[in-house]
């Protein structure tokens, strides 16, 4: 077992015993697989190529954007050859070509470090990644939990994670911002793992009629 992988199981066996709701979550869904992503500048390209279409569009014009990159993952150096009417070509809007030209910019003139991220903080990272056109603190908190594997990470503002909420509390209307962080706080400093469970929940139907 690697290090992520006992952390997580560690986590998850600590948020059954702080949280009964959760706990039903985490024995049917199973351990909490997350490890660090290899390739972060393929994945936060892919964060905004993916923001406001669906996840079917979004898979097709990555793909296309993959392969008009070139063999092997996308990089900051292969992105800015690509002209903005070549991004445009393969479905991207024309915001987004330029979002994706900024990244790829900022990469390269060392304004983002990505291959020093896992030596800073959490704030850190954040501040570094919203320099970038297009990456919010919701896309900043996503490289965190699923690039980085950081611990404790809770992106309140996240639909998924409130229906989660809603779903697991049993609750009458969508949680707003306030009562998931409060929720939340039994959490720690576990969070990003609870998060994962609450959008697993959100695929799940309770065998024993909890929801």
Known sequence: MNDH???FLKASQQLRKADPR???VIDTVGPCPLKPHRYRFALLLRSIVSQQISTSAARTIYLRLHTLAGKGQPTAGKIIRLSHDELRSVG???QKATYVHHLAEMVLQNNVRLHKMHLFSDEEV???LI???GIGKWT???FLMFGLCRPD???HDDLGIQNGIQKIYQLKTRPDKQTCIEIAERWQPYRTVASWYCWRCLEMESPDGLW
């Open 131 to 133: 320099q970038v056109k």
């Open 126 to 128: 954040t501040d570094e």
């Open 153 to 155: 990470v809770f992106p």
């Open 5 to 7: 992988a006992a952390a």
């Open 92 to 94: 991207l809007s024309s």
């Open 140 to 142: 900043a908190q996503m």
């Open 22 to 24: 959760l706990k039903h």
